[in-house]
């Protein structure tokens, strides 16, 4: 059944429009943070579960469902309800639209989703969106310029974004969109592949007392990916988290109750996906 899908995926992917260097319709990821002390690091655990699957439409665009699934267990010791565990359930639907037949195109992409304690739908909706003007300077080089706004509990939250699909050469690759994550790659081998990658994150869950918890984490890592197999890849990704914030507060304001001073520190993270690369 495999074999059979993959012609059909790769058959749906716009080269020019879907420029990274692969995608994944199925990938898993686990992070687990480690405490410092010198430093007030809160040691806390980060799933996710997501897929990339892209289809093809009559006028070379592109339709990407993103279905996901994170959770966020940060450690509080004995008492639970101080930090509590915390999850997402989303769906993000992008739709890649050509502007002219060799230049320009346009990404929109809409997030609803839900975030909360316990995964509760209630009170815990979100919309969110991004906005991505893409001007294709060369078959093998993309810039991309846009917008990123949330309708976060803390209030509405508005990022301008930059971001860059560029093939360098045929062993290296240079990809992402800023401030959300920039990734370089070097080909060691056919089956190990190995670089760099920055992630910043904002996010916030409405908690069951009735107030918000807000996470900011700014992850600086290394990377080697392993290929057992033609599709399918094992990560190991050491890094460091830096200016981490976590915060609580009540309506749709920044009046934060309590900055609980979550300190820098190191993580580990292990994935695994099912991988076809372009």
């Known amino acids: 059944m495999i074999k059979n899908l993959l012609?059909?995926?790769?058959?749906?992917?716009g080269i020019k429009t879907f420029s990274q260097p692969y995608v994944d319709p199925f990938n898993i990821r686990y992070t687990n943070a480690f405490e410092n002390k010198h430093k007030n690091a809160t040691p806390f655990t980060h799933t996710y579960i997501g897929s990339d699957l892209p289809l093809r439409l009559k006028n070379r665009g592109l339709i990407v469902f993103s279905p996901f699934y994170e959770n966020w267990n940060i450690d509080s010791?004995?008492?639970?309800?101080?930090?509590?565990?915390?999850?997402?359930?989303?769906?993000?639907i992008s739709?890649?639209?050509?502007?002219?037949?060799?230049?320009?195109?346009?990404?929109?992409?809409?997030?609803?989703?839900?975030?909360?304690?316990?995964?509760?739908?209630?009170n815990s909706f979100q919309m969110?969106?991004?906005?991505?003007?893409?001007?294709?300077?060369?078959?093998?080089?993309?810039?991309?310029?846009?917008?990123?706004?949330?309708?976060?509990?803390?209030?509405?939250?508005?990022?301008p974004l930059a971001g860059i699909d560029w093939r360098i050469d045929e062993r290296n690759n240079l990809f992402g969109v800023l401030p959300g994550r920039l990734t370089y790659e070097h080909k060691l081998s056919n089956h190990f592949y190995a670089g760099g990658t920055f992630r910043a994150i904002t996010n916030s869950?409405?908690?069951?007392?009735?107030?918000?918890?807000?996470?900011?984490?700014?992850?600086?890592?290394?990377?080697?990916?392993y290929y057992p197999a033609k599709h399918v890849v094992f990560t190991l990704e050491p890094g460091y988290?830096?200016?981490?914030?976590?915060?609580?507060?009540?309506?749709?304001?920044?009046?934060?109750?309590?900055?609980?001073?979550?300190?820098?520190?190191?993580?580990?993270?292990?994935?695994?996906?099912?991988?076809?690369?372009?």
């Open 7 to 13: 012609p059909l995926i790769l058959s749906l992917i």
């Open 77 to 92: 010791a004995e008492n639970k309800n101080y930090l509590p565990s915390v999850s997402s359930i989303a769906l993000a």
């Open 95 to 122: 739709a890649v639209i050509p502007l002219d037949k060799n230049h320009w195109s346009l990404t929109a992409t809409a997030i609803p989703r839900f975030n909360s304690e316990g995964l509760k739908l209630q």
């Open 128 to 159: 969110g969106g991004v906005l991505l003007a893409n001007y294709i300077k060369k078959t093998n080089l993309t810039y991309k310029f846009g917008l990123f706004v949330n309708n976060d509990f803390f209030g509405v939250f508005v990022m």
């Open 205 to 225: 869950y409405k908690l069951s007392n009735g107030s918000y918890i807000r996470i900011d984490d700014n992850q600086l890592s290394a990377y080697l990916d």
């Open 241 to 278: 988290g830096i200016m981490r914030k976590l915060r609580t507060g009540y309506g749709h304001n920044k009046d934060y109750l309590q900055d609980l001073q979550w300190g820098d520190g190191l993580f580990i993270k292990l994935s695994a996906a099912y991988r076809i690369r372009l």
